[in-house]
């Protein structure tokens, strides 16, 4: 599949992008045994359009197109995309229900997308990477690939101090990743606005990207371990 095909119009399937490249460096599977866990906050749940399965269970509820876990199940049927994404949620409280959201399903792959409602309730950058390692840690230490992505912009009520923590934290992403061969997907570079910092191309909320977002900066930056 060429680079071309993987350029999506929107945020999931810019993720999806990365999925595939992460799963080209995975022991051979069969389709049936491929799943996948999307962990995080509203932007892994689907929010404002629609409600996870974690939320709102068995199957969630709203618009299923307002997910990435749909975009990345379209572009890849084989695969199980398991939302475990729960709004307003801070890194601390997704490392809370690691075992039961990620351990208990036995994925090949977690994605890990996390950070921004720390930084919005003015969480310090080593509390957010320790929890952020932690969870990798727990990940690693069960066998699981992990795909880090970086904290994604917002609009709404964004501080140039908040910002700067962002890049912060996202730089210790990076380095993490880096340091312990995590596969990385750069996801705020893929949904900033070039013409605003800090700012997404496309939203209609405020606080999430939405599905009209077209990504001006490629693919970001993504490596597999």
């Known amino acids: 599949m060429s680079f071309q095909k993987l350029f999506f119009r929107d945020f999931g399937r810019c993720l999806a992008a990365g999925v595939f490249v992460m799963t080209a460096f995975m022991p051979p599977l069969r389709a049936s045994q491929v799943t996948i866990v999307g962990l995080g906050d509203s932007t892994t749940a689907g929010t404002p359009g ?11 509820s709203g618009n299923p197109e ?54 919005y309730q003015g969480e310090s950058v080593d509390s957010i990477l320790k929890n952020l390692k932690e969870i990798y840690d727990k990940a690693d230490q069960a066998g699981i690939k992990i795909l880090a992505c970086t904290v994604l912009p917002y609009n709404n009520g964004l501080t140039k101090e908040i910002h700067e923590r962002m ?53 970001g930056d993504w490596r597999s371990p």
Not at 174 to 203: A, N
């Open 66 to 119: 307002s997910q990435y876990a749909y975009w990345v199940q379209k572009s890849h049927p084989e695969w199980k995309i398991l939302n475990r994404g729960i709004n307003r949620e801070r890194t601390d409280e997704i490392l809370k229900r690691f075992e039961r959201d990620v351990l208990g399903h036995s994925p090949a792959l977690v994605i890990v997308l996390a950070g921004v409602n720390d930084l």
């Open 167 to 219: 890049l912060q934290v996202n730089d210790g992403i990076r380095t993490l990743s880096e340091k312990q061969g995590y596969g990385f997907c750069d996801t705020y570079h893929v949904l900033e606005d070039p013409t605003k910092p800090g700012r997404l191309i496309s939203t209609s909320d405020g606080y999430h990207p939405d599905a009209e977002g077209v990504p001006q900066n490629g693919l």
């Open 50 to 60: 629609f409600r996870s399965p974690v939320e709102a269970p068995p199957e969630g």
